[in-house]
């Protein structure tokens, strides 16, 4: 599948190829335009010859058709392909964008020829000029426009004479009739979820004009085919599917106070999310059981940029209804809700000030493609929306972890995909994504590929987002012979969520409704199950010797653990105390126990019968006489 894109994200090619550029170009000559050799020797190109108003134009490499055939105009400065101008979008800002548009004669239509020995500098608006966006060198790469510097081969071009006719240009209303916008890889008519931008902008926020959605757009859709390009090095056959079209504007009736006020009223949400799903669902007619989409919130908070890891914070998300796999599809499961800040992705504020700091900014640049901000919030919240949860729930630490789904803090680049090759999915994860058939059709898991290790799934069920939105976002439906069924005295008593149960949840709802006098008849996909006796808990109250990792004996510290039923409290010399609760596997056996207040929540393994807590750190808690021998 080749790469296209609809407001200019486009990664850049391989592979230099000898050739002698011409010193200039002359006036409404045919041309081709060549990247530098050492930077791919690429020419620029329209992605599938789509000559329309914001296509981005990309590198690819070298093949004389209609799309890399442009004609440069000396008396209006102006570049043509197709009947239409390439153009620097924005405000003529460094790392602006370079796509198409409807000739106007604006300055950020005007280019100029800078010879550099036998090379040129194609100078426009600000005296800024065209670059590969960071040097990279794969197949549909993106252009903007940077500080001028002969120095850099990323910023020189050779103008080759093409043989090629100029392609007429259509007019501009038989232009928007015929082509279709499409964001990133191409799917065919395959039915499956698609990622759907929304800006999402409360009443009193007065900001959102045109000319900064137009920049919105240009930094989104690169970002979220850069993340596409992302989960598809992780998965190899299948990525997610970016929605066609514009990018789509709700603006609520609502101020920001309701939404991030929390003073939901009585039968309302129960939180901002459900808030956004409720509205966007009414406003595209969709439903939580018919939807085909994975709304990506970029919610327009008013006033200066709230940055991660403050309260008010928003990077979060959920499935409609629950993944409860392999059942996930249209009819049943659906899509589900990502919500972020948009000043994540870019700063747009009047109040300047609020954006002139580093230090007080989301982001470091307004430009940036890929910043580790907004692609590792959306990368990570993208897959709760599939149904993972943190890695923590399956005994991963959360700080060191590699997965897209722990809050590792390891620094990263942020320009490449290079920079994203330390991020993987576990094991466990690569499984429930390969069960999600809706989402990825063409992704299998294959155990030597992707378990080489062999590691035993314990909580692949247990640690899925299986509890659905509550009933505001739209009623629940009884699903015959799917999840758990309860008959109490030959009458049905399912719960209002018990179609998206896992099977352990559906044995202690059983067992929970059970009792002398009732005849209860419990089922899971409408299979009669008998629940058996509720597991018995492990008993660690008690001292333990603490032994970090390979550290002989003599390392051990005296630690200590207090239990109540299935509450616990840990306490160590090295960090204040922490209370505790365990966690069944899907066998609803009792080996894990959780530390709530340390590493944002982390878990030991409990093995050899209760007397050895393994914890991701490498640290083992010893049920020993003694410590230290």
Not at 529 to 551: I, S
Request: net charge neutral; with cysteine.
């Amino acid at each position: 599948m080749r790469l296209v894109s609809v407001r200019i994200f486009v990664l850049l090619s391989i592979l230099a190829s000898a050739f002698e550029p011409t010193r200039g170009a002359a006036a409404s000559d045919r041309m081709t335009i060549r990247s530098h050799p050492d930077v791919g020797g690429k020419c620029i190109d329209v992605p599938y010859g789509q000559f329309s108003r914001g296509m981005r134009v990309q590198m690819w490499p070298c093949n004389g058709g209609p799309a890399q055939s442009f004609s440069y105009k000396e008396e209006s400065k102006q570049l043509q392909i197709g009947g239409l101008c390439v153009e620097a979008w924005g405000r003529g800002d460094q790392q602006d964008a370079v796509g198409l548009g409807a000739c106007n004669g604006k300055p950020s239509q005007q280019w100029r020829m800078q010879p550099s020995g036998n090379y040129q500098q194609i100078i426009g608006i600000n005296d800024l000029c065209v670059e590969l966006r960071y040097g990279v060198k794969d197949d549909g790469a993106a252009l903007d426009i940077a500080t001028c510097d002969a120095a850099r081969p990323h910023r020189l071009w050779a103008f080759i004479a093409s043989e090629t006719a100029p392609v007429s240009a259509l007019n501009a209303t038989d232009r928007e009739k015929t082509s279709v916008i499409t964001h990133g890889l191409s799917f065919g008519n395959e039915k499956r979820l698609e990622v759907l931008p929304v800006v999402f902008v409360p009443s009193d926020n007065t900001e959102i004009t045109e000319q900064v959605l137009r920049h919105v757009s240009d930094l989104l859709y690169a970002n979220l085919e850069f993340a596409q390009r992302r989960y598809q090095a992780l998965l190899k056959t299948d990525t997610f599917k970016i929605a066609d079209g514009e990018l789509k504007v709700y603006r609520s009736k609502r101020p920001n106070s309701y939404y991030m006020g929390q003073n939901w009223p009585a039968g309302g949400p129960t939180d901002e999310m459900e808030a956004f799903t409720k509205e966007l669902f009414e406003w595209n007619h969709d439903s939580r059981y018919d939807s085909k989409y994975i709304y990506l919130v970029l919610y327009a908070r008013p006033g200066p940029p709230v940055g991660p890891g403050k309260k008010a914070f928003l990077g979060q998300a959920y499935p409609f209804n629950g993944i409860r796999l392999p059942n996930n599809g249209f009819g049943y499961g659906g899509g589900g809700l990502v919500g972020v800040e948009l000043s994540s992705l870019v700063c747009y504020y009047t109040a300047q000030e609020a954006c002139s700091s580093k230090k007080s900014r989301p982001v470091p640049a307004a430009h940036e493609l890929g910043y580790v901000v907004f692609q590792g919030i959306f990368g990570h919240e993208l897959g709760h929306a599939l149904g993972l949860t943190h890695v923590n729930c399956l005994g991963y630490s959360m700080s060191t972890n590699e997965s897209m789904m722990a809050y590792n803090p390891r620094p990263q680049p942020e320009d490449t995909l290079d920079a994203w090759k330390s991020v993987n999915f576990n094991p466990e994860e690569f499984f429930a994504l390969s069960r999600n058939k809706l989402a990825f059709p063409n992704f299998k898991y294959v155990e030597a590929v992707h378990n080489p290790s062999g590691k035993k799934f314990e909580y692949v069920d247990t640690c899925s987002l299986n509890s659905p939105m509550t009933s505001y976002v739209g009623a629940f439906k009884r699903l015959s012979s799917v999840g758990f069924e309860l008959s109490i005295n030959d009458k049905a008593a399912s719960p209002e969520k018990s179609a998206f149960f896992t099977f352990k949840e559906a044995k202690e709802s059983c067992r929970e409704h059970s009792g002398a006098g009732k005849n209860v008849v419990c089922r899971f996909n409408g299979v009669v199950f008998n629940p058996g006796p509720a597991p018995k808990l492990p008993d660690l109250a008690g001292t333990w010797c603490d032994k970090p990792g390979n550290a002989p004996a003599s390392a051990e510290k005296v630690v200590s653990i207090a239990q109540s039923g299935g509450s616990v409290t840990f306490k160590a010399s090295t960090a204040s105390p922490s209370a505790g609760h365990f966690q069944s596997n899907d066998l609803e056996v009792y080996d894990m126990v959780w530390a709530d207040d340390w590493d944002s929540g982390v878990a030991a393994a409990i093995r050899d019968n209760g007397t050895r807590l393994e914890w991701p750190s490498g640290n083992v808690w010893l049920r020993k006489p003694k410590c230290g021998v």
